[in-house]
């Protein structure tokens, strides 16, 4: 198939690395694919070194709908497109204008658990407009079904996938990344990547870790992300006084020489309040890291209750702390969840496994045309 994934972001987080494994994995099925994106954007740079034709498109002003839909029809008509695959609110609707009146098939693919639906645009654009809806997970898929009105047969569940770091490259990896951060082997590092925004509840992590080192002080919790909470999470780290315990790392784009430094992987987001499927965990699962984490969104499907990691309620930092608490202080329990979450992973989370889906929803949506 002749495939086009949009993404009108101006960020690289988890929604912008998903478009980019999935397009190299489709490529590797056979089928050919196009990536478009805003110009200079991150996402573009790195399809264009990986071989993948990229689209760069102003996804700027609402004002300028039509002129981005009609781009893109233009773009759709010249590479023969057969699959328009939109990732974010303003590529959804200019792909669902894009593709009106076309034999071009959209599918939506949906990575945050609240409303789509806005307005009466929202509305049309989403009866009429996309031909399928891509969830990571069912909390998603509910959300659609519950909030927007949007039939169940419509739409389904892709769990997002990762590519799986090779084990012999992680050794070297965690010495080079303990040493960037000044630690030894005794020290528990305890890693949170996530972008420096509300609903990732970095709050309630700084206060997890107050409580953490009033017991074990041998930890360091290096944050890697950016974003509009950094200068108050720092406020906030220096009135607990545990500047000492805390790095924040910022903006990141080697997160594979990142994640083998870690001991535990620690993720405390807000209960359904956009959270559904981070790839941030699925990098913890790969790389054997043990999950402390609260249940929000699709993360428990990730992450086994007391085999692979522990899972808390969200927003209650006692329970963060207590939960982390035992794993730092058992290094056998801390092995034993690192190797059951990589089995878990290689048998449901890998970027193989979730083209091979995609591609069946792909199909099943061209052939629905002809029935």
Not at 82 to 108: E, K
Not at 274 to 279: K, Q, T, V
Not at 282 to 302: E, F, H, K, Q
Not at 312 to 339: C, N, Q, T
Request: net charge neutral.
């Amino acid at each position: 198939m002749n495939i086009l994934i949009t993404n009108a972001t101006s960020i690289f987080a988890g929604g912008e690395d998903y478009v980019f494994i999935l397009a190299r994995y489709l490529q590797r099925r056979g089928h050919s694919v196009c990536v478009s994106a805003l110009p200079d954007h991150l996402l573009l740079d790195k399809c264009a070194a990986a071989g993948i034709p990229v689209m760069p498109v102003e996804y700027v002003g609402m004002n300028r709908v039509f002129a981005v839909s009609a781009q893109l029809r233009r773009e759709m008509r010249a590479r023969a497109i057969q699959i328009i695959h939109s990732n974010a609110n303003y590529d959804r609707t200019c792909a669902a204008l894009a593709a009106a009146g076309s034999p071009v098939r959209h599918v939506a693919g949906i990575h945050s658990t609240h409303s789509i639906q806005h307005n009466i645009t929202h509305w049309m654009r989403n009866r009429w407009g996309i031909d399928h809806f891509v969830t990571d997970a069912d909390a998603g898929r509910d959300v659609l079904i519950a909030e927007d009105g949007i039939r169940a047969d419509r739409i389904t569940t892709v769990p997002i996938g990762i590519e799986d770091e090779p084990e012999d490259r992680r050794g070297t990896a965690r010495v080079a990344a303990r040493a960037l951060l000044g630690v030894d082997e005794q020290t528990v590092v305890i890693g949170n990547v996530a972008r420096l925004v509300p609903f990732k509840g970095h709050q309630n992590l700084l206060a997890t870790v107050a409580e953490v080192v009033q017991h074990s002080r041998r930890v360091l919790f290096p944050i890697i992300g950016d974003g509009e909470l950094l200068h108050p999470l720092q406020l906030q780290a220096q009135k607990l006084g545990i500047e000492q315990y805390i790095r924040f790392l910022g903006f990141q784009d080697n997160l594979h020489e990142w994640y083998p430094g870690f001991d535990i992987y620690c993720h405390s987001s807000l209960e359904l309040a956009a959270e559904m499927f981070p790839i941030a965990i699925l990098r913890a699962l790969a790389t054997s890291l043990p999950v402390v984490c609260t249940n929000v969104g699709g993360i428990a499907l990730m992450v086994e209750q007391h085999v692979s990691g522990i899972l808390v309620p969200p927003a209650d930092p006692p329970a963060l702390a207590s939960a982390l608490l035992g794993v730092i202080k058992d290094a056998g329990m801390r092995e034993r969840m690192g190797r059951a979450a990589h089995e878990r992973f290689l048998r449901r989370f890998h970027a193989a496994a979730m083209a091979e889906q995609m591609e069946r929803v792909y199909t099943n949506v061209r052939e629905a045309e002809h029935r």
